[in-house]
């Protein structure tokens, strides 16, 4: 391709991701998103100035060489861009997907001080899949064997990243994960439609073949506690166990059947596949022709409230206690939802779940809202209005307002610090925890977060465990 | 992978299973389970660990075939494998030295009760067992309750063996009969243990009981287990599964094991090998 001027490249709108159409996909669990065409590749990579300092990449959570990579890409050498981003993210391919691009690298590219930034997640993306699609995962380099061996505790992107690094290191490595499947959030939260499990697969594959041990069906606290890793022959652990407890509203009715968490619903859908039910056996709640309401305003809820259309839910809302603007998801998945026919009704805030004689939910009562000062988080505080309180029908409740932490690990092994609300006390430049060789990241320790954050951390904590096992200290 | 070393019929449709998990038999104290799930397109269900054997690193599990995934499972045999097990999971069962001891079982609850009434016995407890069956052919583990336990009153609905009627009225007999009983344990269908709590509720006998709700990962993580117990909701998974009987929101219990009967009938009807296992299982053979 012929060089191009600033001026030219400047011209170059960003590139819009091909999508499948709001109507289709909400009666289907294929991905949403399909991805650049080498051609849009092209042209969006030729978007990018080459800063000679490249501000995006103060942005990254990992800080991805942004600039480089895309330089890659504009010249049509992509599995180099695939590998320039391995160096610093071990799953493009999910972050590509998941990031929340708008708010982190993408906030940050000079050119959207004017007009749009270059749509680095979706750049990331096409060099990601191009690599998987067309080479295959490529396994880097090991250096010789240690003999030293790391537990990692949970399979989600903390560990994950943690394992490729280790391994890399020359380290043993296996990880634990109570689950019967290897992925953590990336499998049983996140849905097919955003993050097809295909993918993860591939990663967890590709560490497999580096050599990382994985043994699902394992509950640390349970199977094994983490003094009995410590004693049988492991020389470090990393806690990667996420934030899984799901928080609940405390409001009446909450047990009816029909009322379920995000993470129940979505477990059951994606880690079960039960959107494929009969043909796998674990059912979920018929949502044909049904009235879904999902509360809360995250990524979570609006996981959960697509899935309930794609299971042909007739009325499909997002109950949200603020307004638009504090919505936590991110901007595309809101923007997605309502292409998709999702309702939003906001500043409503629900008081009680009613049933009928049987136990099933039947109707919601809700409040309605309006905003006051900003609270502690900075957004503006819901205030109930009096003597606004209504009904509404639903049939199905999915409640997705966050996850605390699970107290598994924190029972059985009481002499770590742990925060009031449960988390890991770690240091942050190396995730050490108050314990000898006990490292902890990702979710636990931050309560919940990112996909990037988590890795980010997995990453950190590799570092140090790598320090500790050559110092012991 | 996990490999069955044994399979065998003990009644009709319920089936006991040797299984090849070492860690899970190292560790499983009495009132824990397992999570297990047979194949890739296998549902997840729980079942309590009613024995274990170290030095062959094996776990017993006692399955009555009553949906789809259950039935499954019953018509696999010794050399077949089941692809996940998990566990222990659950707290182990509250033992001390209460006194006297009652442990009741209905059905297939007597296997869920067998290893905490071992453990009451081991304790140093006076144990009694009432073992409940609709009809002879289903009171279970007689022989094996009659060696560890001190006295065992059998009980069938039809009076076909043992005492003649419900076992909550054995243990009224029991305790009216001047008998201080300290402790009771009852395991088995909800309105079994709802019975039970309400015979030893005007006694003020701390009861415990075992709650069967619908599970999916066993870990705390989705909440689907939830029962109502004091008022409160608690995870039966990870809270549990033995609760103060008196304490016990049952109604609730029943109706939310109830979400998924409709699609419960689905998924047999998906299947086939439950006709097979079930003949098998009349013919007495496994
Ligand atoms: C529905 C949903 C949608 C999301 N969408 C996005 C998004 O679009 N973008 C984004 O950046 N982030 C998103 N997030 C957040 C993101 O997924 C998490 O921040 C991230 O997965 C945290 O990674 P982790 O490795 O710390 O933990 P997790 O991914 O939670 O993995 C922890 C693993 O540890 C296992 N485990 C727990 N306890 C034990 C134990 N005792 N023994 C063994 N194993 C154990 C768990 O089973 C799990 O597999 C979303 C989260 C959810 C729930
Ligand atoms: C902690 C715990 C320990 C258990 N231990 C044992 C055991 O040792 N042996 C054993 O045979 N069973 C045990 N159970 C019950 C067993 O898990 C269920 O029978 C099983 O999940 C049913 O699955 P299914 O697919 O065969 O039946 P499904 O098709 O799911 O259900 C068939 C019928 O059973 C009812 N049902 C659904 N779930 C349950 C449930 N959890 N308990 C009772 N009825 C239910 C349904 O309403 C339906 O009518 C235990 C349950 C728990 C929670
Ligand atoms: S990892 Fe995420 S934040 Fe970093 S460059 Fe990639 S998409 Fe942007
Ligand atoms: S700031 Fe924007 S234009 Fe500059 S290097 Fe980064 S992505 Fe390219
Ligand atoms: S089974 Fe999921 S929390 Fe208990």
């Known amino acids: ?218 509950v640390i606290g349970f199977t094994d506690t983490i003094d009995e890793l410590l004693t049988s022959g492991y020389d470090a652990v990393f806690i990667a166990v996420g934030a899984g407890l799901p928080y609940f509203l405390n409001i009446p009715g909450e047990n009816l059947n029909g009322v379920y968490s995000a993470n129940e619903f979505l477990t059951r859908v994606n880690l079960m596949k039960a959107y494929r039910f009969p043909e796998f056996d674990t059912p979920v709640f018929d949502c044909k022709g049904k009235n879904v309401a999902v509360f809360g305003g995250g990524n979570t809820a609006m996981d959960a409230v697509r899935t309930s259309k794609r299971l042909g839910a007739a009325k499909a809302n997002i109950i949200y206690r603020r307004s638009e603007n504090e919505l936590p998801a991110r901007a595309e998945e809101a923007h997605h939802a309502k292409q998709e026919g999702i309702e939003f009704l906001f500043l409503a805030n629900p008081l009680e779940f009613i049933g009928d004689k049987d136990g099933w939910l039947k109707q919601v009562k809700l409040q309605k809202m309006e905003l006051g000062e900003p609270d502690a988080s900075g957004r ?94 | 992978m996990y490999k069955i070393k044994s399979a065998e019929f003990l009644a009709p449709n319920i089936k006991k299973f040797i299984i090849e998990a070492p860690k899970i038999a190292q560790k499983r104290k009495a009132g824990q389970f397992v999570i297990i799930r047979i194949d890739e ?43 996940d097990v998990v566990g222990p999971l659950g707290k182990p069962s509250h033992i001390e030295n209460f006194g006297t001891a009652v442990s009741i079982g209905g059905g297939v609850g007597t296997a869920i009760a067998y290893p905490t009434a071992i453990a009451l016995k081991e304790a140093g407890n006076h144990t009694i067992s009432i073992i409940g069956g609709r009809t002879k052919e289903f009171v279970l583990l007689e022989n094996e309750l009659r060696a560890v336990c001190d006295e065992v009153y059998p009980t069938t609905d039809d009076g076909s063996y043992g005492y003649k009627g419900f076992v909550t009225q054995k243990l009224k007999e029991l305790i009216d009969s001047g008998k201080k009983i300290d402790f009771v344990l009852a395991i088995g269908p909800i309105p079994m243990m709802r019975a039970i709590a309400e015979t030893t509720r005007p006694y003020g006998i ?51 094991n109830r979400t998924y009967s409709k699609d419960e009938k689905t998924a047999l009807e998906h299947t086939c090998n439950y006709d097979v296992a079930f003949e098998k299982a009349l013919q007495g053979g496994n």
């Open chain 1, 1 to 218: 391709m012929a060089e191009l001027t600033k001026k030219e490249r400047m011209k170059i709108p960003r590139q819009p991701m091909p999508e499948q159409d709001g109507n289709v996909r909400s009666g289907n669990f294929k991905e949403v998103n399909l991805g650049f065409t080498e051609e849009l590749a092209l042209l969006e990579a030729q978007r990018c100035l080459q800063c000679p300092k490249p501000v995006c990449i103060s942005g990254c959570p990992v800080g991805v060489n942004i600039r480089d990579f895309i330089g890659l890409i504009s010249e049509g050498k992509y599995a180099e861009a695939a590998a320039k981003l391995k160096e610093d993210n071990a799953l493009p391919a999910v972050c590509g997907r998941v990031c929340p691009q708008e708010e982190q690298c993408e906030s940050k590219c000079v050119l959207g001080v004017k007009g749009e930034a270059v749509a680095i997640g979706r750049l990331e993306r096409f060099a990601a899949d191009f690599e998987r699609n067309t080479l295959g995962i490529r396994t880097p380099q090991i250096k010789p064997k240690t003999g030293k061996k790391v537990a990692i505790i949970g399979s989600g992107p903390s560990g994950l990243s943690c394992a490729g690094d280790l391994i890399q290191m020359g380290h043993d490595v296996t990880v634990f994960e109570a689950l019967h499947a290897i992925g953590g959030v990336l499998l049983y939260g996140i849905p097919e439609f955003r993050l097809p499990k295909e993918i993860v697969k591939a990663e967890v594959d590709a560490l497999s073949k580096l050599g990382v041990d994985f043994q699902p069906n394992s």
């Open chain 1, 380 to 473: 503006r505080k819901p205030v109930p209005i009096p003597g606004s309180e209504y009904l509404m029908d639903i049939d199905m409740a999915v409640i997705a307002i966050g996850n605390g932490s699970n107290p598994i690990i924190q029972k059985t092994t009481p002499d770590l610090s742990y925060t009031k609300r449960g988390n890991i006390v770690v240091d942050p430049d190396t995730m050490k925890t108050s314990k000898k060789g006990v490292f902890a990241g990702g979710d636990i320790v931050t309560g919940g977060a990112t996909v990037i954050l988590a890795m980010g951390a997995g990453r950190t904590a590799a570092k140090a465990i790598d320090e500790y096992l050559k110092e012991g200290k």
């Open chain 2, 41 to 83: 397109n296998g549902e997840r269900i729980p079942l309590t660990i009613a024995d274990s054997n170290i030095a062959d690193g094996t776990i017993t599990i006692i399955v009555q075939g009553i949906g789809k995934t259950t039935q499954e499972l019953n018509s696999l045999s010794a050399n077949d494998s089941i692809r």
């Open chain 2, 206 to 256: 701390k009861t415990m009981v075992s709650l069967n709700p619908v599970m999916v990962d066993g870990t705390g993580m989705c909440g689907g287990c939830r029962a109502t117990v004091d008022g409160k909701t608690v995870f039966v998974c990870v809270d549990g599964p033995e609760f103060d009987a008196h304490l016990v929101d049952f109604d609730l219990l029943i109706r939310r």
